[in-house]
């Protein structure tokens, strides 16, 4: 076996708290050798970053190691001095940081930034430093490197932004290289090209990785070895392949399976795993996961299992693996089918329907220039007409800028549309929302994404659905009818009643979402907007509050439009599904259709970009080149023409493409005719 | 970036207009006849009348605004209800170029005092130095400039004879003792006041830069902390002092009515103090204008060199 | 460090409240009472800080004294707090034409340092507590609305406001049932503030001979008449300056702490 490249042996890490230590990551011990890319799998708060951080010997200025060691071909970092660290960052340990807008300073051009790598350790002149930063922007692929090196963080894209910092950390082949969730802020498109680009980085310069990440997908996609953490400790460790096939931890099992596929289907539930990850504080003293775990056994609550080697490289930390094993014990019920949903594919008639909708920001005024500034007129929304089918949901989805969001809330009325006409139940609905019914106000109803905002903080769980259903039942409800509903609603979102007492600061993140559901369905609406509901929790709660939202729509009657960046999250809900792409819908069909047999390139593109989370599949084979044009600037004729990889010529750059019918009320707007389109989704080779 | 100061200049006009309309409004549309307060209640209906004619205060409102705001940009800022009824311009001029003169050996004394104070406090977070720094600015902050004001006269200048300060200021001659020995003592009570608040907003800005991202990236490239503080955090922690430079300036204006008056320094404050007890009309308006002027200049450079510092407004 | 510094604080605004309420009952003499033959007399059990130059007990005026010192700062911030928040939430929330009229004209009152301001309008106006009254609470307006308003841009596109609206609630009932707890904190800090400014203000207005007019007792002015006649009575200067420190620093220092308890950092 080779020598590893950084070793961590019983690493033990504290944080300060105001009276005395806190601590976060307990005896984890992981190696990893020269080419290997290992992946450091999580939720949030699982102590991933620290760790990541501390095998460069980086500790936060709050931060202790409290025991073990890390040693960077032998030598042990945490016996260095400062001056011995510094000489080893940016050289020998480099970090690609998660937010690389943030991670790079404001005030110096890119250039400077990455030459000062250079200058530091290799002692070259601020010409050749640059000379090499302009080499090593072209290593990333960045097609303008001499331009680019001029520029300033700010006037790069996201994209654009994390190929610097990468470019920042090879430019002194390190011999480590740590990437903390680099591309979580990323667009899927973008994220597949970036991925692409670390694997083959990585290869070049010979290094070794660690790749931290929430990302069952990404991880699969990229990594050799895997470490899943939970609560600041290992709960398994294993070659990817084998921890995909085989997982043996039952957290392990629970995560994989939470995680939505666009497989998955609309006929079943998710499996979850029940209850929350432990505050750091109250961590149990037997097995960090045994409250959470459907096997665990009463000795699992009070004996801490030790990490075993069950197979070369698959280490576990589990009482029970052998029955696990054995098929002794199962960890997964088979998944329960979903109540049964009828969606009315084909009727005729709509909960709503948008026709011509249009929002556009900016250029409002020679006032507003003048105090404001934003010249650019961004036409957020352009034009578009969707319809939400009784009993269904229409899943919408598109990368960041594409209108979305603007286009949910200018349904609900949050913001007034500029024109545009709206039918809600087959009654004309107000583009305005001072000027909709109350009943109106009733039937349409919203579930945002910052958990952390949706409730009020000063008011109690029950204190919010009152007045949820003080102002939205049809008849006055007498105050004791009120408290029997709410507790009602609560059973609805699977919470108990005591949670009725309790202030938001007191839920966790999947808890506040699940009271947001509840509020949204006081007065059973008939349409619910959830915009990103579950993009801020991590997979294990989001299952649930998916599979609620699948639930509610059975036993309610209520009709969803369903909007994400998450395809799989978006697969696993929708019956129908429109792609947005830079305010416009490019294509819409059943889920079926837009899965199967995406016809429009962007849509072809996005699928094929998703991180599936099982390595045995090898990732989509179609790539975007270029970044998505900004909104305020729109390019003619079709607006992906400059990123399409089915390009016909002249006419997509001068020509807006028309609608074309592709059967079974399936829509692409294209060029391309429909059929040619579907053909050549027939004859690729099928990723699954 | 001209786009950018483009639309703070304009904007810097749309304010001074207003504040020219409030300004003028204030000082005339309140309750009371000039005439008669300026020359008694015993003054004959005919004395009245001729006193109005004389300084137009018998025209309508709007048109004595339009006349003033006229005449103040051709130069012409009325005469002085009082004494020999002397032109209002040279006076208040003069009275201002002495006023800056404070202004400027404040600023120089509490920029750097204060920005530094501030960076060490940032810099030494939750050590005893910090500590000190933040309890000197709690007490000093907010303490009326003729509390202080009065200390120093009767610690330093009476009470420390051999320093041989002045306890009344006058204006300085050329030279830089007499600067110094002038202007010390006014300087230092004005710092008082400002070093807490800027040292304060110094504190901030840099803990705030010391928490960002960047910074770290730059630790882990292997940088010497020299570098990492010096040219990546402060370069932007101090972006902000720029802008409360300009703000503390026109403070400072303001400010220094009290600390005129404490060391009977001829600045504009006093003449100001002296006008509003006259009811002095067009010095008032004179005065309040000029400063309003010099505080919207002051903003205008701040911005001028805020956006020349940062490229997120220079290549906007 | 903070705790005893903000009790600190609480403890030394607490007695010059007591003051301001109980002290003409405990003050020896009137506040204008000029007693005969005991002009420029050093403090002694007698007269606790002295005489002054006409022979009025130093104690018994800073007594009186204090009543003017906090009512007309204390009821002007309430007042000046009281619109500036409601003027804050509503530009804050609302928007649109509103907000650029009102915070143009804000903009525009805040170009005009405030004692000049102070200043200018007192000339105009003639001092009188009222007329001081009128004056802080134009000049604190818009910094109070100012601060509100950016708190209330922060919460405006929170998941719990857009609720609201989506439930159809009044506008007062998002403004003052939803918003305003969440700016609770920033106002709390903010009326501290205010407070110490509105003493600092005062009392320099006092200190020019423009504050509440004699004979009604007025630290400021005291500070000013004891100038004049330094040489023979220095405690009838040190008092009533000292009684202004020691309330502003005890202001600043509740200030100080409650920004600490309660987490706000917004402008200094």
């Given at each position: 076996m080779p020598n590893p490249v950084i070793e961590a042996r019983g690493v033990s890490m504290d944080y300060r708290l105001e009276k005395g230590w806190l601590n976060a990551v307990r005896d984890v011990s992981l190696s990893i050798n020269p080419l290997g890319i290992h992946g450091l799998v999580g939720e949030s708060g699982s102590g991933k970053s620290t760790l990541a951080l501390a095998l460069m010997g980086y500790l936060a200025p709050n931060a202790r190691l409290s025991g073990g060691a890390v040693w960077l071909e032998g030598e042990d970092l945490f016996r260095k001095s400062q001056a011995e660290l510094r000489a080893l960052w940016g050289s020998q340990l480099s970090l690609v940081p998660q937010d690389s807008l943030a991670a790079l300073n404001p005030a110096y051009t890119i250039g400077d930034q990455i030459a000062e790598v250079t200058r530091q350790h290799f002692g070259l002149s601020r010409r050749a430093a640059w000379q090499q930063a302009v080499e090593m922007l072209a290593r990333v692929r960045i097609a303008d490197p001499t331009s680019v090196a001029r520029q300033y963080p700010h006037q790069l894209s996201g994209g654009m932004q994390q190929r610097v910092t990468i470019a920042m950390a090879l430019s002194a082949r390190p011999r480590l290289l740590v990437l903390d969730e680099p591309t979580t802020a990323l667009d899927v498109t973008t994220e597949a090209v970036i991925l692409d680009l670390f694997r083959e980085l990585i290869q070049e310069t010979q290094a070794a990785a660690l790749y931290v990440s929430h990302n069952l997908g990404v991880i699969a996609q990229i990594c050799d070895q895997v470490t899943v953490l939970y609560a600041g400790e290992v709960m398994a460790s294993a070659p990817v392949r084998e921890l995909y096939a085989r997982p043996v931890h039952p957290y392990t099992i629970g995560l994989l399976a939470s995680i939505p596929r666009p497989t998955t289907g609309v006929e079943t539930r998710l499996p979850t795993i029940p209850g929350v990850a432990p505050a750091l504080g109250d961590r149990p003293p037997g097995c960090v996961f045994a409250p959470r775990c459907p096997a665990a056994l009463p000795h699992c609550f009070t004996d801490k299992p030790p990490l075993e080697m069950i197979a070369p490289g698959h280490q576990v930390r589990c009482h029970r693996w052998h029955e696990i094993v054995n098929g002794d014990v199962a960890i997964l019920t088979q998944p329960e089918a979903a109540a049964p949903h009828v969606a009315h594919q084909l009727a005729a008639e709509s909960v709503l329907s948008a026709r011509g909708l249009r929002k556009t920001y900016g250029g409002a005024g020679w006032w507003r220039r003048l105090t404001r500034g934003s010249a650019r007129r961004v036409r957020a929304v352009d034009d578009v007409t969707v319809r939400v089918r009784p009993q269904s949901t229409l899943g919408l989805v598109g990368e960041s800028g594409s209108g979305k969001t603007t286009l949910a809330r200018c349904i609900v009325g949050l913001e007034t549309a500029d024109d545009g006409q709206l039918e809600l139940l087959a009654i004309p609905l107000d583009r305005r929302l001072a000027r909709r019914s109350r009943a109106q106000l009733r039937e349409l109803q919203m579930v945002f994404q910052n958990p952390n905002d949706t409730l009020n903080p000063y008011r109690t769980v029950g204190q919010t659905l009152e007045r949820a259903l003080e102002r939205l039942s049809p008849q006055p409800l007498p105050p004791d009818q009120r408290r029997q509903r709410v507790l009602e609603l609560l059973e609805v979102v699977r919470l108990t009643p005591d949670y009725a007492d309790r202030y938001p600061a007191e839920l966790s993140g999947g808890e506040k979402q699940r009271v947001a559901v509840a509020r949204a369905f006081a007065a059973d609406p008939a349409l619910v907007v959830a915009d990103e509901p579950t993009s801020a929790l991590d997979v294990s709660v989001q299952a649930v509050v998916l599979n609620l939202l699948k639930d509610l729509r059975a036993q309610k009657g209520a009709s969803y439009l369903f909007i994400s960046h998450d395809l799989s999250a978006v697969a696993y809900l929708a019956d129908w599904i429109a792609v947005m792409y830079l305010g416009q819908i490019v294509e819409e069909g059943t889920a079926e259709q837009v899965y199967q047999r995406p016809s429009h390139p962007y849509t072809e593109a996005l699928i094929s970009s998703i991180p599936v989370p099982d390595p045995a599949q090898a990732g989509g084979r179609i790539r975007l080149t270029g970044d998505a044009p900004r909104a305020a600037d729109i390019p003619t004729g079709c607006r992906f023409h400059t990123r399409c990889p089915r390009k016909l010529g002249p006419v997509c750059e001068t020509d807006a493409p028309p609608w074309q019918e592709a059967g079974g009320g399936h829509r692409i707007r294209c060029h391309i005719p429909a059929a040619e389109l579907l053909a050549l989704q027939v004859s690729a080779p099928k990723s699954d | 970036m001209v786009r950018y100061l483009a639309r703070r200049a304009l904007l810097l006009a749309v304010t001074l207009l207003i504040a020219s309309v409030i300004i003028f409004a204030l000082t005339r549309l309140l309750p009371g006849d000039v005439a008669r307060l300026i020359l008694g209640r015993e003054a004959s209906e005919m004395a009245l009348a001729n006193f109005r004619q004389e300084f137009g205060l018998d025209q309508p409102a709007p048109q004595q605004y339009v006349n003033w705001l006229v005449g103040f940009l051709a130069g012409d800022w009325g005469r002085s209800f009082t004494g020999t009824k002397a032109p209002v311009q040279p006076l208040v001029v003069g009275r201002l170029g002495n006023s800056m003169r404070l202004a400027l050996m404040t600023l120089v004394i509490s920029v750097p005092l204060s920005v530094g104070l501030g960076i060490i406090a940032a810099l030494r977070e939750n050590t005893w130095v910090d500590a000190a720094v933040s309890l000197l600015s709690l007490a000093v902050v907010g303490l009326p400039e003729f509390v202080t004001g009065l200390v120093l006269i009767n610690g330093l200048?009476?009470?420390?004879?051999?320093?041989?300060?002045?306890a009344t200021s006058t204006v300085p001659d050329g030279t830089l003792a007499d600067w110094v020995r002038q202007l010390i003592l006014p300087a230092l009570t004005a710092t008082l006041v400002l070093v807490g608040y800027i040292s304060r907003l110094t504190r901030a800005g840099v803990l705030e830069e010391l928490r960002k991202p960047y910074v770290r990236t730059a630790v882990l490239k292997g940088l010497p902390t020299r570098t990492v503080i010096f040219k990546h955090v402060l370069r932007n922690a101090l972006l902000p002092t720029i802008t409360v430079t300009a703000l503390s300036f026109g403070w400072l204006i303001g400010g220094l009515v009290v600390i005129e008056n404490v060391y009977n320094y001829p600045g504009m404050g006093a003449l100001l103090v002296e006008a509003v007890k006259q009811r002095n009309l067009f010095v008032i308006q004179a005065i309040v204008m000029v400063t309003v002027f010099f505080f919207a200049l002051a903003n205008l450079a701040a911005d001028l060199l805020y956006a020349l510092l940062n490229p997120r407004i220079r290549l906007e | 460090m903070a705790r005893p510094l903000t009790l600190l604080g609480l403890v030394i605004v607490s007695v010059f409240l007591l003051m301001a309420v109980f002290g003409p009952l405990i003050a020896p003499y009137p506040f204008d009472a000029i007693i005969r033959g005991a002009a420029r007399l050093p403090p002694s059990p007698e007269h606790l800080f002295g005489t002054d130059r006409l022979g009025r007990d130093v104690f018994s005026r800073v007594l009186w004294g204090a009543r003017e010192i906090i009512a007309i700062p204390g009821i002007a911030t309430a007042l000046a707090v009281g619109f500036g928040t409601i003027i804050g939430l509503a530009t804050g929330y609302l928007g649109g034409w509103l907000d650029e009229i009102v915070s143009r004209l804000m903009d525009s009152l805040l170009a005009i340092p405030a004692l000049l301001l102070a200043l200018a309008l007192l000339g105009a106006i003639g001092s009188s507590p009222v007329g001081i009254i009128i004056v802080i609470v134009l000049l604190y307006v818009p910094i109070v609305a100012r601060v509100i308003r950016s708190a209330t841009l922060n919460l405006r596109s929170s998941g719990y406001i857009e609720a609201a609206r989506l439930r159809g609630e009044p506008l007062m009932y998002i403004l003052f049932r939803e918003i305003l707890p969440g700016v609770l904190p920033a106002l709390a800090v903010e009326s501290a503030l205010r407070f110490s400014y509105a003493i600092f203000l005062t009392s320099s207005l006092g200190f020019l001979g423009l504050g509440v007019q004699p004979p009604t007792p007025d630290w400021g002015r005291m500070v000013s008449e004891g100038r004049e006649s330094y040489a023979t009575t220095p405690w009838a200067l040190w008092f009533p300056a000292g009684a202004i420190a020691l309330l502003v620093i005890g202001v600043n220092l509740l200030a100080d702490g409650l920004r600490r308890i309660l987490r706000y950092e917004g402008a200094a």
């Open positions: - | 200048a009476l009470g420390v004879r051999a320093l041989g300060l002045p | -």
